[in-house]
């Protein structure tokens, strides 16, 4: 596709629900990577693939997140007894390879809000 | 960890004028990356300008360049002749260039350009 894409835009959701939000990054970008944004602060780093497999998923906050790329193309973060805490915009993005010049500028996509009442 | 700073939450400017946001990190790493990434009310980050730590030269795009002193750890990013289209949320960015990809936002600046 011409950009990254995130589906939902927003997800409300009760406490205690399980949620996945979805990230389809630029077609051929083999590296991708996840991003929580709370309120009033930068993008916090929570995984990043290369290929299928997870490179290095040290971000994640609680065994409550969990992140699958299982083609290498398309993933899902998955969020499990959600807490009001995780309230936040999840962005994703995606990157040709992970390093080499230009081919590692990430593209961001439009972040899916997620709302824990 | 490497951490960055933006020590100005909100900045304006007026229309045709220059503004300078300010960013300033914290590493023990020879090689990285710097960048400037705009975030309107969108929520999509979009690229502004990307510096590589080996060069000396500072990165230019247009109407935004960049001020790099790798010595003192800071990276400003400079807007020429303002523009509306240019209000959004500002971040600076870090990324090693070694092993482990993450980048490392400050808390940004917000920008506001008054017509």
């Known amino acids: 596709g011409a950009g990254v894409s995130q589906t939902p835009s927003n997800k409300v959701t009760e406490k205690g629900k399980y949620v996945e939000l979805r990230c389809d990054p630029i077609?051929?970008?083999?590296?991708l990577y996840w991003y929580r944004q709370s309120l009033g602060q930068g993008p916090e780093f929570l995984i990043y693939?290369?290929?299928?497999?997870?490179?290095?998923d040290s971000g994640l906050p609680n065994d409550r997140f969990f992140a699958v790329r299982p083609e290498g193309s398309v993933s899902t973060l998955k969020i499990q007894r959600t807490e009001r805490g995780d309230s936040a915009v999840y962005l994703c993005?995606?990157?040709?390879?992970?390093?080499?010049?230009?081919?590692?500028?990430?593209?961001f996509g439009p972040g899916t809000r997620l709302t824990v009442l | 960890a490497q951490t960055v700073t933006q020590s100005q939450p909100e900045m304006s400017v007026q229309e045709a004028e220059t503004v300078t946001l300010s960013c300033t990190y914290d590493?023990?790493?020879?090689?990285?990356?710097l960048f400037w990434y705009k975030q309107p009310p969108s929520r999509q980050m979009i690229l502004v300008i990307r510096?590589?730590?080996?060069?000396?030269q500072n990165a230019t795009e247009n109407r935004f360049s960049v001020n790099f002193q790798k010595a003192a750890k800071s990276f400003s990013l400079k807007i020429s002749d303002s523009q509306l289209g240019d209000a959004a949320m500002y971040f600076c960015?870090?990324?090693?260039?070694?092993?482990?990809?993450?980048?490392?936002f400050g808390t940004g600046t917000s920008l506001t350009v008054i017509p």
């Open positions: 993005a995606s990157s040709l390879r992970i390093a080499g010049g230009p081919t590692d500028t990430q593209y």
């Open positions: 077609s051929g970008h083999t590296a």
């Open positions: 693939f290369q290929g299928t497999g997870a490179a290095d």
């Open positions: 590493t023990s790493e020879s090689d990285y990356y």
């Open positions: 510096q590589e730590a080996y060069k000396q």
């Open positions: 960015a870090y990324r090693s260039a070694g092993t482990g990809n993450q980048f490392y």
